[in-house]
């Protein structure tokens, strides 16, 4: 079954792209297109895409507020959001994170890396621009509370290691071959993770490692 996506991107000729690029692979959809914040938000409401890919400036509501709308905080079926952007300031990148979003990629990724993180978002997973992974979470660390917040319930040492692979971006199915275990062994302990860190996804699974300074930042 076909990944179903709309794109947001007020510049034509960059969402004609997206769609092109989407629209060629045999298992992704391009259900919709918008070139505002509102007609954006009004698509994925209506529709209900298996993934949003949003431009993070857009005219009407920016990428942003499109995603807390759709997968912030309180929201009781959050969706799939892909922030997409031409600068990585860390202002974007972190609004865009804390906002909901399951990934963040520079329009100038490429074709491959969009594809991939189209998949990584359907399937669950969370994909962000490899140049500004570090960066950004060692952001996050540098504004966390100085105690972090710790689960009434230890990680085991499994969950410890999906933990690390985790934090530095690796999809489930990269931690199933780096750890030589099943994909649905992985899902498990990430799903772990979530619950006992109150994590709402893996990017906040991703920070609290570095908010407890378990992965470096340098």
């Known amino acids: 079954m076909s990944i179903r996506v709309v794109v ?8 004609t792209g997206l769609v092109m ?8 959809e391009v259900v919709g297109e918008a070139a505002d914040g509102l007609a954006a938000l009004d698509l994925a409401t209506r529709l209900r895409p298996d ?14 507020e499109v995603t807390r709308r759709l997968a912030g905080p309180g929201v009781p079926d959050p969706m799939a959001v892909v922030v997409i952007t031409t600068f990585d300031l860390d202002e974007y990148v972190l609004g865009a994170l804390r906002a909901g979003a399951r990934g963040f990629l520079l329009k100038d990724a490429g074709p491959q890396l969009l594809v991939q993180s189209v998949h990584a978002a359907a399937d669950g997973d ?13 952001t996050f660390a540098d504004q966390a509370p100085a105690v972090p917040a710790q689960p009434i319930d230890p990680l085991t040492d499994r969950e410890e290691q999906v933990l690390a692979l985790v934090a530095r971006g690796r999809t489930n199915a990269e931690i199933a ?6 994909l649905s062994t ?12 109150g994590a709402r996804n893996r990017v906040e699974i991703a920070i609290w490692a570095y908010d407890t300074r378990r992965m470096r930042t340098s």
Do not use: W
Request: hydrophobic share 55%.
């Open 8 to 15: 947001a991107d007020d510049q034509d000729l960059v969402r």
């Open 21 to 28: 690029i989407l629209g060629a692979q045999p298992d992704l």
């Open 51 to 64: 993934v949003l890919l949003v431009d993070i400036r857009m005219p009407g509501l920016d990428g942003v």
């Open 126 to 138: 969370a994909l962000i621009a490899p140049n500004v992974t570090r960066r950004l979470l060692a």
């Open 177 to 182: 071959t780096e750890l030589f275990v099943g």
């Open 186 to 197: 992985v899902k498990s302990h990430v799903a772990a993770l979530m619950t006992k860190l």
